[in-house]
């Protein structure tokens, strides 16, 4: 497959406290109270909404609960979206063909872009450039030259620019990070990090709407800055399986993973990445991988394994193992922390001795000692649930945290720098697996060494 790139221990935690989007506590003392809660209603909110499919009309039902917001207008280039839009906001916002005008209109405060990602660059920096604070949906960028662009345009600007991978804003992934800076769990090496689906609507090939045809569908409008085509249904509803439009697994999966990662860990991004990816089973409907492996390697002294396969959900769904001296910490639905229980057992090479010092070593009353309270310690020290799942809508949290921000005029958790990094990640493990080659991170650049 040709690269869609060549289309176009606990002291280092505590050292890198400012390396995620300022730090946490920062923003806490800054009174950005809103990242643990809602934000209580002042004054009104106007959103305006650039794309309304399925995942925007999921951003939409969190957005309707928070008191404050009103969607006045909503975009789309398939008019079934935006009429189902506007019906799931009870009729208010109205229809808007260019998104231009919406960018344009004084009324309107915020927009929310979630279009697919060939669009983002141009859309967030007109949106900055034209006023609007903004909510874009993950991944921030389509390749790897835009990201600084987008910083360079919201610092230009004094609006509040949030990235939606909305995993940091959830209550396990905040007490997750807490425990980890604890040092609970002695010195980290090595954390492993997944997303496994195994059906159809899993790997992107979604219903098509029978009502799709060319007078519903502007296909020039989808198009936009991408390669020209011949009008293609599959491309426009399932275009995370194209390269001219999407990373695939990496860009729309690995990039949750790595913000994650990066907010636990508090880092910047890795100074190292290995990727490797093919597509085996869905390759009538993409030329992205359906598979795919990576390797990253951090400078604060750690390691991340991270995978994501269309054909498999042995480990079902997502989730992270942050793997420690003194236990590790298994995050999903729920928080869980497994102590390391090691009980030395040198008997298989003791018994290559001669049989009298064999015999002597194992007699001698301190080693009767140890092995009896390494059996004890062991037996004691049980798998213990920290949070249980189910502690809400962590859209809804990481929308509030923007409310929130853009009330105080604070800069969010997932700032454009964290989007950035976090995409980033992405389009190295993209461009290794087509090239073959380790990928490098400069961070004086505060983007991917060029070679």
Known sequence: MESREKQINRRSFIRGGAAFAGGLGAMIAAGNSSLFGAVPPSDKITVGFIGVGARAQQIMDSMIQIPGLEIVNVCDAYTGRVKRAISRANGRPKAVEDYRRILQDKSVDAVVIATPDHWHKQMAIEAVEAGK??????????????????????KASDRVFQVGSQGISSGIQQKARDV?????????????????????GGAWIYPIPPDANRSTVDWEKFLGPAPQRAFDLPRFFRWRCYQDYSGGIATDLFVHLCTTIHYLMDVPAPVQVMGMGDLYRWKTSRDVPDSINASLKYREGFMVNMSGTFNNTMTSGSGFQVLGTEGSLEIGGRLTFHPETPVENDRWVVRSWEKSLDDAYYADPKMIEYEEKARARS??????????????????????????????????????????????????????????????WDFERDNIRKW
């Open 379 to 440: 037996a004691a020290r049980k798998p213990e649930v920290i949070m249980s799942g189910g502690e809400g809508d962590s859209t809804k949290a990481h929308l509030e945290h923007w409310v929130g921000c853009i009330k105080n005029r604070n800069t969010p958790l997932e700032n454009a720098e964290v989007g950035h990094r976090a995409c980033s990640v992405a389009h190295m493990v993209n461009m290794s697996i087509a090239s073959g080659n380790s990928m490098w």
């Open 133 to 154: 604070d903004v909510y874009i949906e993950k991944p921030l960028t389509y390749n790897v030259d835009e990201g600084i662009e987008i910083i360079n345009a919201v």
């Open 180 to 200: 980890i800076g604890s040092g609970k769990l002695g010195q980290i090496t090595m954390i492993r990090a997944y997303f496994n689906r195994n059906t159809a």
